[in-house]
């Protein structure tokens, strides 16, 4: 699918401001909201929005249907009236620049369950659309429900620790739990709705503003999620939920041993046997939380690296092909022409920019791996292709302030490089990469907000392999220069990717 040539931003929302420790989907969502649109921006893109597990991951999540917890405005629950001015009285004083997961979670995870119990005594006239939330997400949520309460019944520990027919899911062990964990099961599927209600409060705000949010889908799923223990058929681990593969990378120029994810891998042939009814009932539930879906790991979907459960490493794994052509032909039967962004990062190969291109998928152009003698040319905007998306850098790299500054000492052909290429010698190299990715002919152009502040190292997102710590910079409003908005107002007006008159968004919404 082509997309209109626009511009957009690169942020979470957790790194949102606010007092509970954490960015979530109260009034600073909007906030930010109403800044994109005075800067001319028409794009939001965000990370998988799925409820984290261990190492606080966006991309290793308990569910892949899903909505994270700790997402949950308390502002917006005292709105609804389960919470009171009271109850969020006494809120820690937190770091505004840095997420402390662990007490933020504590603290969330005590508030929500003051909603839930304030919601049984009295939900305040919601019950229909409890209801109904829940009949309308069935087919995950009462999979996602018992498999989080039995989860905490269990100290938090993987499935497989549990009782044998719980593993197994015979239907004597779920009439059993689903009677014994009743309460904890609703509590979850409170939160469950919730998250969306906020969130699709958040979507429509924006797009009422002209604003299309870009959402992040990890392609494979987490060892530990609703999503294998309730559908062990389809993923590569035995009938106890031991994995047998699992996904990874091979050894490269970053690492000599490759990556070993420990994912599980798709038994796709098993997946075929419906039509990919798993992977329609994921996608049609994405589609409902976000505008356009950007696939991470795009090329798993024309061959993957198939790494033995017990090695030491990834450097004994194969590549063994998937039905890319099929899966995404089926997509297609059932859902047309669908809005996706592959992430095409890494080793890709014909066959890789054969399936994305058969499809129409824009590619990504990520500016930081252009420079130097050692890097990749096709990532210099004399190279590019309109059906594209270029970004300064993804969540996994550095900010481009703090890439290139280290370049300076450390790989000096890459700083000279950059500003030959660009002609510039000035002190502001971060704002002329951006300028480059606007001025091109790439139909999508998404800048991380941390490259539009200029901000050093302490801003990086994520360190990859790297367990701890990640996913927890936040911004504050005291950090957006007044005159910020305006100047990309400008910018996206001179390189013409202009936001649209918002009646005209609204009459496309209606025919479509």
Known sequence: ?????????????????????????????????????????????????????????????????????????????????????????????????????????????????????????????????????????????EDFALFMAAKEYHGGGVFTIWEKDLIHRTKPAITKWTEKLADDILYHKFVQWQFYKQWIAVKEYANSKGIKIIGDMPIFIAYDSADLWANKELFTVDKDGKLIFVAGVPPDYFSATGQFWGNPLFRWKEMEKDDFLWWRKRISNLRGLVDIIRIDHFRGFDAYWEIPADAPNAISGRWVKAPGQKFFSTLKKYFGDLPIIAEDLGVITKSVRALRDNFDFPGMKILQFAFGTEMETKFLPHNFVQNSIVMTGSHDNDTTKAYFEKAKDE????????HKYLNYHGHDLVFELIRAAYSSVSDLVVIPLQDILNLGDEARMNYPGILGG??????????????????????????ERPPKPIEEVEI?????
């Open 508 to 512: 496309e919404a209606e025919e479509e």
């Open 1 to 141: 699918m082509r997309f209109e040539r626009t511009a957009g931003i690169l942020l979470h929302p957790t790194s949102l401001p606010g007092k509970f420790g954490i960015g979530d989907l109260g009034n600073e969502a909007f906030n930010f909201i109403d800044f994109l649109a005075a800067a001319g921006q028409t794009l939001w893109q965000v990370f998988p929005l799925g409820p984290t597990g261990y190492g606080d991951s966006p991309y290793q999540c308990f569910s892949a249907f899903a909505g994270n917890p700790i997402l949950i405005s308390p502002d917006k629950l005292k709105e609804y009236g389960f919470l009171t001015g009271a109850d969020l009285s006494n809120t820690p004083k937190y770091d505004p620049h840095k997420v402390d997961y662990g007490s933020v979670i504590n603290y969330k995870k005590e508030l929500l369950k003051k909603a839930y119990a304030n919601f049984k005594n009295d939900n305040k006239g919601f019950t229909i659309e409890f209801n109904g939330y829940c009949s309308l997400n069935a087919a995950w949520l």
């Open 470 to 495: 990640n996913w927890a910079w936040r911004f504050t409003w005291d950090q957006i220069p007044k005159e910020l908005a305006a100047k990309y107002n400008k910018l996206a007006k001179l390189y």
């Open 411 to 418: 790989r000096p052909d890459i700083d000279e490089h950059v």
